[in-house]
């Protein structure tokens, strides 16, 4: 039977189109994607793994790792739950300057990241303008420390997550919360067990790309930062101090772990998200 | 005002009840009872206000004016949660991550029922509605009509004080409509449970209802039987919407209605003043064509009318016949089979149009005319 099918199929000639596209696109996404990857994996580990583990576990490098996740999984926990109440009230609610309110929230995604984190230095810093108008003793000294880098993490993050739960809020079927109500739910129980729910899929997702893009983040958390080896030096800016100082080995170690990271997150996001949307 | 005292039998009373959005009325002055074992059926165009009525009862919207009682209460000012009734959705919004007794459950364990209790409703209910077979089914995995059953299911898990259906049935074929609605209103005939069903299929209200109130925008044009509301039409907009009916203009002499060459013998019930306009309706399947001077004796003689079309529409002929008026006004009637093969008619034949039955409504549009002005 199948070898009919094939049969028939060959009668019609050999479809040149479909194997030449196929070689085009990976001749092109090769140098572009997949080559730089995988020089990541085969320098990393072209002394020996023993020397990749050196390097990975090196005081400074286990650091600055810790540091970006804990950092990047405070800002993930934030960006969730008031990601959720902003696009609740935003969906829910029409007020004066609401769209208005939405374009700002999404903006950072347009702004570069120095950009984003040199707004900061200049609200938060010692001479910036809350010190100015508070007083600069009244100001909590947050820049340069572990602080700075959430608040960093968050700005340039925050537009994604928003983006994504959003628009599942704007596409709920309002009938669903009206149901719960007259069968006696409170807004809160109707929030809980039956708008929370719908949310879950865009939750996840809203989570693993924050995660994923704060961990990763490099442009904004130098500036605030301060870039101090074992105080508050992220892993990326860990792998940018690293190859300055020549010692790319030492680079390639914690590169080669943020890859796989994000490598672990985006599957996560391809088949999780699936999974948790399904009714 | 005799009519804002409650009733106290009733299961629902809506009283003087108005609601505007913006500057637009969307409904007038709404007043209507639900007795305990009855479906009332709202019937309606677009747009005219049905689904508001049923927001409103449910305490998902609030009148603007007037009141609303359940089973004697007053809950007006009670919200929607407090007032346990049992909505059915058009699209039945039944939740998506919960399965089909899970969505069962939902108002019980809203009201912490016992999970023994929740079980014996739950057996119950699945069983009353036929859908033992899919207990843990999510509604993405059932059928329109079993999502139906379970969103009313779910409503009567938690003894409702009413049912209130928005037009059910809007998402199903034509078939699984006719037999669906027997269905549930053997069901509400057998639990008893007062409901108001909307829909804007007048083939669904004289089915279902036990009364019927047509709406227009916003108001109530009557609320009566289906018998009533179909043979004894309150307005023209009634007369029309539900089923057809031809309406002929003219006005009151004496104890008949004139218009042209019709003089009609009005009925001693009716009350009518000297010279009131009037509108005649008569329904198609009333009107009898029979040979000139072939009447037959219980038929009144309308007028003679030539036939311009025959049709035939299954179950009866349709006859367009043209009146000898100025205005050569048309005349739909329909005839059941039995008479086609009687007498056979054709596209010229001068026929005689008898009437056995008809309505006159005052035209209230137009001023009583006097003597020497035309119709
Ligand atoms: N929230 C609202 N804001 C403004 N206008 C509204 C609102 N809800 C309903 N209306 C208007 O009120 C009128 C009646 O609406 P309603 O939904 O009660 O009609 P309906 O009889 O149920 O119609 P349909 O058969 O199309 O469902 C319509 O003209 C509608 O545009
Ligand atoms: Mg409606």
Redesign the pocket.
Known sequence: MSANLSGVRHTRGFDIVKPLSITVMIAVMLPLVLLPLASIFIFGTANGLESFWHALTAPEAIFALKLSIVTSFWATVFNVVFGLFAAYVLSKYNFWGRNALIVTISLPTAIPTAVAGFALLLLWGPYGTLSRVLGEENVPEIMFTAWAIILANIFVTFPLAFGVIKPVFDTMNTSLEEASATMGATRLQTFWHVTLPSLRGALLGGALLTFARAVGEFGSTILVSGNLASRTQTAPLYIFAKFNEGQVEAANAIAIVLALLSFAIFSILFFARDYLETD | MLESLANESAAVSIRDVSKK??T?T??DDINFDVAQDEIVV?L????????????IISGL?MPGTGRVMLHGKDVTNLPARLRGTGVIF?SYALFPKMNVEQNIAYGLKLRRRSKSEIRKTIDRLVGMVHLEDHRKKYPSQLSGGQQQRVAIARALAYEPEVLLF??PFGALDAQIRASLRREIRKLLKEIKVPSIF?T?DQEEALELGDRIAV?NS?RIEQIATPYEVYTNPATEYVATFLGSANIIEGVIRGRTFQSEEISLEIPSDYDFRDGQPAKLVIRPEDIFLRRPENLMQNYQQLTEGVVEETSFVGAFERVGVRLPTHDGQRLIATRPKTETAAFQLYAGQRVTVGVVRFRILPDLTRLPLHANRAV
């Not at chain 2, 309606?44 to 927001?55: E, F, N, Y």
């Open positions: 959005f913006g637009t969307v409904l709202l309606g165009a677009s747009g005219s206000g049905k689904t508001t009525i049923l927001r919207e058009q928005d037009e909307i804007h709406l916003g």
